[in-house]
């Protein structure tokens, strides 16, 4: 039976290729349309470490003065970065399973093929920030926590830079010359890009991760300044890292891993009493807010998700709500048209669900139709999103770097949305038709 | 002029998923359609404020110390003195981040020492005495900074000498003096890079920052130095005689690729295209709206197309007949527009003609270029095309009228039903 009402449908579909192109045509917009918003959508505001939302924290606290919030525009929020007094603190409290203190910095390398000297980001990090954050590395690994303090001459390369300088051989154990400084390699990542790149939002939600890691002695050792976001309030030189160091700058970003609720209480009070204690010594003047942000909380609350793409959904469910509204009309027209032959079939014995079914079987095809069309256009559309946010990444400004890459998601998007459209327009048609009364038909013949 | 609501309404009742479907499209569309407007409005008045700087003519170089050999002082020096002499160039000065690129520094400034609960945030700009020909802005009061005022760079000696003397924008001066004196008056900052207090010797009339995208665009604060950001970087603004900004480019960024091997050029851009780049979300969503809202109108003009086509088709044979018995085809297209509203007679024609004119023009108001389109496709011949409106309708109606009608559909079975039913039916009667 659903092969001869198949049969049927594209039998129909071929007698009206005019009125069946615009509804394919309609519905494939409408499709493609959100599909193309939604994907972007959910490369925002998705979190590229869910895995671990339970188990990585970002510590904040607010240490700006009492008269005014460190961000104007969120000043629920402490500054999103921590001072080299607070985070050290922290890092040696010897409660976390991992933690990281980090920030990103400017090199010059000259090594390897490149006969140019390359100018890269870097992260000056410790040791946990690639098991922490499930870094994948394709040569080697990282270094231990002996190196931070050391600091040892290590350096771990990005996919993307092994293969600019080395061609994409394993390159562990050469040296690289990075700011007039020899360091070993010691391992080189797989290709790695969270998106929004959540541990450090100070640099671009979107921007590639760096392209080196260098231990975090070095930091002091060759008094690297950020690169990043350095915020302060306080009347104070900070030119210099020893000077940022003794400041309250804020410049480290720091994120903690804390295996279960236990160590996340012992955490959050060991804040408490460090706030306390600090309040005391004439710090800390605003009103208590030390966080433990989980992922999703973090990324939430600095808004990584612009309310432009909100609207662009929003926008693109009102398109497709016209798209489907639309074909309903193309629908019943068709349907209703054909009314003589559903009334002769109801004549010769089908029954109400039979005309029913047969009718919402040709608006199945149709939507499946609509839909795989749909995923083509959107696939069209981001490529055009792509290059409307194309950034500049010698100069590190524009638009998103790698967002809007077509996913699984797009596909599950669009075979929903085809399941909606087949509902919303095919029933009420089916359902007309349906109901059209025999009779009339036959004696209008 | 009286509007013929009853029959329009009576006409609807009848029928009332066609409307129904139509005035759903059409409320979505101009829903969006008005937001659309105002958001994009919006969009296009913020890319094109004015910025106050010459940015057509100026392009920026980014250099960037790569080795130990590396002296930052001697190498800007160097490349001033060679970019002013390039003959095309109407000015060239070092600044610590380039204008309208989305970075740069900000600082605190206070009218009392220490006073940061009444600070005030602005751009920090180092610059030396040619930024005001360079970025082509215009003094409002006071003057710019002299040759020998200029400080050498932060972070190569150990202290930082504060500078003595400031430039403002006229927005910061507003937000610093209320009252409107602020030349000559004191100003202290929260990092020491101004000597405490340093002097407000002068003041733009209007300038853009960095942060485009900050309510506070406009806050500016020069001070005669060298720069040194956190890299031993420099960005170098070059102003060109109009029209030669390309070619004087092209030339500069040559030349200095190979002019010092201490140091590399990261990048050569012409402020224009960073400006692009800083307003690139607010140009994307214009965009993104536009399209949109182009392709709801174009879908719910198909749409009411195809609702008309409906209407059209559904009575092919009854046209048919009239065609046979003699009926012009402009007499079936009025029919057909005045049976939208009333189908007791057609004898009142004239009359009747406008109020569904009218009905129609509603439904079609958004669609007319796709609707003359289509019917100018298949009507060479004069109808009254002067209600533009009339014709995303008009068109199916047309249809209904040439096309096979007048042979085929008096035929009595269609031929194929399905091929399913094979019994013979009675002949058709008259309709």
């Known amino acids: ?445 | 002029m009286r509007l013929h609501v009853r029959p329009i309404l009576s006409a609807m009742l009848r029928n009332w998923t066609g409307p129904v479907l139509v005035a759903a499209q059409i409320s979505i569309t101009l829903a969006v359609l008005i937001n659309a407007v105002y958001i994009v409005k919006q969009r296009v008045d913020r890319i094109g404020r004015p910025t106050g700087i010459d940015v057509e003519n100026i392009f920026v170089i980014r250099s960037v110390g790569v080795n130990d050999k590396y002296a930052h002082e001697a190498a800007m020096r160097a490349d001033l003195a060679y970019l002013r002499g390039v003959t095309g160039v109407v000015a060239a000065a070092p600044i610590s981040s380039p204008p309208l690129t989305g970075r740069g520094d900000r600082i605190g400034v206070m009218l009392k020492f220490d006073d940061h609960a009444h600070g005030i945030v602005t751009h920090y700009y180092e610059v030396d005495d040619q930024a005001l020909a360079a970025l082509g802005v215009r003094l409002a009061a006071g003057r710019f900074f002299q040759a020998n005022e200029v400080l050498p760079p932060r972070r190569t000696s150990g202290d930082v000498i504060g500078a003595p003397v400031a430039v403002i924008t006229q927005a910061l001066a507003n937000d610093l003096y209320p009252d409107g004196h602020a030349l000559g008056k004191p100003i202290y900052d929260s990092f020491g890079f101004l000597t405490a207090p340093a002097t407000i010797v002068g003041i733009i009339e209007h300038m853009h920052g960095s942060r485009v995208s900050w309510d506070k665009f406009d806050r500016i604060l020069m001070a005669p130095r060298l720069p040194f950001p956190d890299e031993p970087a420099v960005n170098y603004l070059v102003r060109t005689r109009p029209g030669q900004r390309d070619v004087v480019l092209r030339a500069v960024d040559e030349h200095m690729q190979n002019s010092n091997p201490d140091r590399m050029i990261e990048w050569t851009r012409t402020l224009e295209y960073l400006k692009n780049l800083s307003y690139v979300a607010d140009r994307n969503m214009a965009i993104f709206l536009v399209a949109i809202t182009l392709m709801l109108i174009a879908i719910t003009c198909i749409g009411i197309y195809g609702l008309a086509t409906f209407n059209v088709s559904r009575r092919a044979r009854q046209i048919g007949t009239r065609r046979a018995l003699g009926a012009q085809r402009e007499d079936i297209v009025r029919y057909f527009l005045v049976e939208k509203a009333d189908n007791d007679s057609w004898s009142d024609h004239r009359l009747r003609t406008r109020s569904s004119e009218r009905l129609l023009a509603f439904h079609s108001l958004w669609l007319t270029a796709a609707g003359s389109l289509l019917s100018r496709r298949r009507d060479p011949d004069a109808l009254d095309r002067r209600a533009t409106g009339r014709m995303a309708a008009r068109a199916p109606c047309r249809r209904g009228v040439t096309g096979s009608g007048d042979t085929q559909r008096l035929r009595a079975v269609p031929p194929s039903t399905e091929g399913f039913v094979t019994l013979n039916l009675p002949k058709q009667q008259q309709g």
């Open chain 1, 1 to 445: 039976m659903l092969r001869y009402y198949l049969r049927l449908a594209l039998k129909s579909f071929a007698r009206d290729p005019g009125a069946t192109a615009l509804m394919l045509f309609a519905i494939a917009l409408g499709i493609g349309v959100c599909v193309m918003t939604l994907t972007v959508y959910h490369a925002m505001s998705s979190n590229p470490i869910w895995w671990k939302n339970d188990r990585l924290y970002a510590i904040t606290l607010d240490s700006w003065p009492a008269e005014r919030p460190a961000n104007i525009d969120l000043p629920h929020l402490p500054p999103t970065q921590l001072t080299y007094t607070d985070a050290n603190y922290f890092f040696n409290s010897g409660i976390p399973e991992r933690k990281v203190l980090m920030y990103q910095a400017t090199g010059v390398v000259l090594s390897g093929r490149a006969s140019k000297p390359l100018k890269i980001n870097t992260r000056i990090t410790t040791a946990d920030f690639f098991p922490m954050f499930d870094v994948p590395f394709q040569y080697g690994n990282g270094w231990s926590a002996r190196a931070d303090t050391g600091p040892e001459a290590l350096i771990v390369l990005s996919h993307d830079l092994n293969e600019r300088l080395f061609g994409g051989l394993n390159s562990v154990g050469r040296t690289i010359r990075w700011s007039n400084h020899d360091f070993r390699i010691v391992g080189v990542l797989e290709p790695w890009m969270p998106q929004p790149k959540f541990y450090d939002l100070t640099v671009g939600s979107f921007n590639e991760p760096e392209a080196a890691y260098l231990p975090w002695g070095w930091s002091k050792a060759l008094q690297l300044l950020s690169s990043g976001s350095i915020h302060c309030w306080k009347v104070e030189p900070a030119n210099t890292v020893d000077e940022l160091m003794s400041s309250e700058c804020a410049w480290i970003q720091m994120w903690v891993e804390l295996p279960d609720a236990d160590a996340r209480t012992r955490m959050q009070a060991l804040m408490d009493t460090y706030w306390n204690e600090q309040r005391k010594r004439g710090r800390f003047q605003r009103p208590r807010n030390n966080r433990l942000s989980n992922v999703n909380e973090w990324l939430e609350d600095h808004q990584v998700v612009q309310n432009d793409n909100r609207l662009l959904v929003g926008l693109a469910f009102a398109f497709l709500s016209v798209c489907l509204l639309n074909t309903i009309g193309l629908l019943l027209a068709k349907f209703l048209n054909g009314a003589p032959v559903a009334g002769v079939r109801r004549a010769l014995g089908a029954s109400r669900l039979h005309i029913f079914l047969q009718h919402l079987i040709q608006a199945g095809v149709l939507a499946l139709a609509g839909a795989l069309l749909g995923l083509g256009l959107s696939a069209v559309f981001l490529w055009g999103v792509r290059i409307l946010y194309g950034s500049d990444p010698q100069t590190g400004r524009g638009g998103y770097q790698a967002l809007a890459h077509f996913d699984s998601i797009g596909i599950a998007w669009a075979i929903a949305l085809a399941v909606v459209a087949v509902i919303i327009t095919g029933l009420y048609p089916a359902w007309r038709i349906g109901r059209v009364s025999p009779a009339r038909h036959l004696k209008s013949q």
